[in-house]
């Protein structure tokens, strides 16, 4: 429901950034957060889901006073993950299978720690939030 470039403002009605990008999961209809950004190319803001009064289109109200706000942490972006599955074959081969398989996960999907949104990432989330998609 949420659009990259809504306005967000804060408990006083000052406008405080944009969204930049809705946390949670589409598949399950869970919302956890936004990733609020105050200015065109900087970080990122996370605002949790409870700090969130309001939704109506084209902007966003939150409990939050400005200063609030501003005390909030850095959104990161998730980790990633792989799931590699088992094979169906039994016997000696299966424990050399199973350490091949390790191998190749974290070579090919390597498991992604949570991060900081890059400077081309920023990019990317200011022309999408100009263009409201």
């Known amino acids: 429901m949420i659009r990259p470039g809504w306005k967000v403002y804060a408990s006083d009605g000052t406008e405080v950034g944009e969204v930049d990008e809705v946390a949670g999961d589409d598949m399950h209809d869970i919302f956890d957060g936004l990733a609020v950004a105050a200015t065109a190319l900087g970080k990122p803001k996370y605002v949790p889901a409870e700090s969130v ?3 109506t289109e084209g902007s966003v109200n939150l409990s939050l006073a400005p200063a609030e706000f501003e005390g909030t942490s850095e959104f990161l972006e998730p980790a ?16 050399l299978g199973a350490d091949v398989r390790k191998l190749e996960g974290k ?3 390597p498991v992604e720690r949570q991060r900081s949104v890059g ?8 022309l999408r939030r100009k263009r409201g998609r």
Do not use: W
């Open 119 to 126: 400077l081309v990432r920023r990019v990317y989330l200011l």
């Open 107 to 109: 070579a090919i999907h």
């Open 80 to 95: 990633t993950s792989a799931v590699i599955e088992p094979d169906d074959h039994r016997g000696l081969g299966e424990t």
């Open 53 to 55: 009064t309001t939704i």
